[in-house]
């Protein structure tokens, strides 16, 4: 399997705290890897950073070969070499947020059709198929001419899913999907991304639902105050806590018989 995505010695600091510190990681297509770590760590910053959402202070991020570099100057701004290769990040990369980000006057169906003619150029009687298509996968064609304030946060976040899968992204980033969400709503949202896992997709994946991103996770990322301090299989990292900081972590969110 190829790389789909480098990361190397990537710094981000807001003004004169360092959230991410060095971080560097690399996934393989069909990989599906999780994020974890206290919160402030840095991992919804990471995330941010993949498609530029937030620009690194300094680092290389490559995705499918074609590299961004930022280095920082003497005064702590970034210089960004190669540019122009954020849009094609973009065009290979799809997000789903905290808080669905659905346009409030548009159905469900809009919603997924939207970015397919605006962006992709489809004919809408093309959009409309591929944006079915998509609702259908998260069990969500039926709601589609449901306006957002008509849906749950759980459909919403699942709409949100499907806007993405319908942009046929190489990569796919989850900043902490479930979030937002009430808890007996998480469970069709975790769902539908381990359906999406297991059908190969490669995903990277923010989450406090550790059991989740235990069983879904072919790898699993500990930073801890912007540090990568353990790169792991779940069996292995929890088998084998590489620090203290890891081993607290663990301990303070799985109970001792998971």
Not at 235 to 246: C, D, I, T
Request: with cysteine; charged share 20%.
């Amino acid at each position: 399997m190829s790389d789909v995505l480098k990361i190397h010695n990537l710094v981000k600091s807001f003004g004169t705290t360092r959230v991410l510190d060095g971080v560097s990681f690399h996934m393989r297509q069909g990989e599906v890897m999780s994020l974890i770590g206290s919160s402030g760590c840095g991992k919804s910053t990471a995330l941010r950073c993949v498609n530029f959402l937030e620009t690194p202070t300094s680092g290389q991020i490559e995705v499918f070969g074609e590299a961004v570099s930022v280095s920082a100057d003497e005064h702590g701004s970034g210089a960004v070499v190669n540019a122009a290769n954020i849009m094609r990040f973009r065009r290979q990369i799809g997000m789903v947020f905290q808080n669905f980000n659905l346009w409030p006057h548009r159905t469900a169906l809009g919603n997924v059709t939207e970015a397919l003619v605006y962006v992709l150029k489809l004919a809408k009687p093309d959009a409309i198929d591929v944006a079915l298509s998509a609702l259908s996968k998260v069990g969500m064609a039926e709601f589609r001419d449901r306006y957002p304030h008509q849906l749950s946060g759980g459909q919403q976040q699942r709409v949100a899913i499907a806007r993405v899968l319908a942009m046929r992204p190489k990569l796919m980033l989850f900043d902490e999907p479930t979030s937002a969400l009430d808890p007996e709503l998480v469970g069709g949202v975790l769902k539908v991304i381990r359906t999406l896992a297991e059908e190969g997709a490669t995903i990277l994946l923010v989450t406090h639902e550790m059991r989740f991103a235990r069983d879904v996770s072919n790898r699993m990322i500990f930073l801890q105050k912007g540090r990568l301090e353990q790169d792991d299989t779940p069996e292995e990292l929890f088998r084998n806590p590489a620090s203290q900081a890891v081993r607290q972590f663990l301990s303070s969110v799985m109970p001792a018989s998971a």
